[in-house]
Nanobody, 120 residues
Framework: QVQLQESGPGLVKPSQLLSLTCTVS??????????WSWIRQPPGKGLEWIGYIAYSGSTYYSPSLKSRTSISRDTSKNQFTLQLSSVTPEDTAVYYC????????????WGQGTLVTVSS
């Protein structure tokens, strides 16, 4: 059974780089036709999809966050990473990683989430 686990600092200073890692167990992130996404939920607000890295290594980002977002992977560790630059307090949220299959238009498997607070 595939499992996803987010990790990284819980506190980031404004203007700095937010970096989170999703560790995947039970399946390789290179497995054909799977997509690996980052999603966030600010306190009291709804979910916002950030972007994905596909099984092939290709990436796609939400247009509203594209200029600040980079998703990469380390296949040797079976991990993928979110980097969000120039953060502000509005980036404070619970951050999730998740997976879906190519033909399934919802995120099927989620990590438990990790809270990241942007504050000085």
């Amino acid at each position: 059974q595939v499992q996803l686990q987010e990790s990284g600092p819980g506190l980031v200073k404004p203007s700095q780089l937010l970096s989170l890692t999703c560790t995947v167990s039970g399946d390789a992130i290179t497995t054909n036709y799977y997509y690996w996404s980052w999603i966030r939920q600010p306190p009291g607000k709804g979910l916002e999809w950030i972007g994905y890295i596909a099984y092939s290594g290709s990436t796609y980002y939400s247009p509203s966050l594209k200029s600040r977002t980079s998703i990469s992977r380390d296949t040797s560790k079976n991990q993928f990473t979110l980097q969000l630059s120039s953060v502000t307090p509005e980036d404070t949220a619970v951050y999730y990683c998740a997976r879906n299959f190519e033909t399934v238009r919802y995120l099927e498997v989620w990590g438990q989430g990790t809270l990241v607070t942007v504050s000085s």
